[in-house]
């Protein structure tokens, strides 16, 4: 892909996960790493239907996979009682502030559901987030918005609101390492850049672990969600 990932040929979300599963186990780290998912739902929703089509890439999609948003609540919180899911990007269609808020209820207080789609950096569109009880999270590219000072300006909404903000790469990337650098600035504690390959995905890496030797600054760990406090 061209976020330097592995997409294998699976039709079912669990066969993934149990795919992920087991290469951590057979990598020797059972335990020690958790999930972050992006189901990037609006992706798979039918509005003229009002569902969510898990089958989507299926020509004949069959029924009993499609979902209404209270289905999919329900389906998120199987998956988070079997696998450790800690983070859920765009868990709904990039308009369904109400699914958002009904699993933000459900499961936030030990999973970061991040809007991305549903804010895009965006002040106004986090701020209907934060009267909807929307999400608990933001994904923050200061690309998207388009400037730094806006960015900051929606990193400050959300962080004045004890939400966590993960800040994010783009599908097409340079070999510019700021947005390393801007996570470390804003005590955001998570970076995601893509997977370790290519150039263009090494170096925001590569730059976190220069920041690391030269400031001294250590990993967050668990506190990834709020390492300010």
Known sequence: G???GFAPAVQDPEESLKLLMEAIEQAGHSGKIVIG???ASSEFWKGEESVYDLDFKNPSPKPENKFKREAMVEKYKQYIATYPIVLLEDPFAEEDFE??????AAVGDKVEIVGDDLYCTNVKRVQMGLEKKATNAMLLKVNQI???TESIAAWKLCVDNSWG?????RSGETEDTFIADLTVGLGAGHLKTGAPCRSERLAKYNQLLRIEEESGLGYCGPMFRTPWK
């Open 2 to 4: 061209d976020e330097g």
């Open 146 to 148: 388009g400037s730094v």
């Open 165 to 169: 903000v993960f800040v994010s790469h």
């Open 37 to 39: 998912s992006d189901p």
């Open 99 to 104: 699914g958002h808020a009904l699993l933000t």
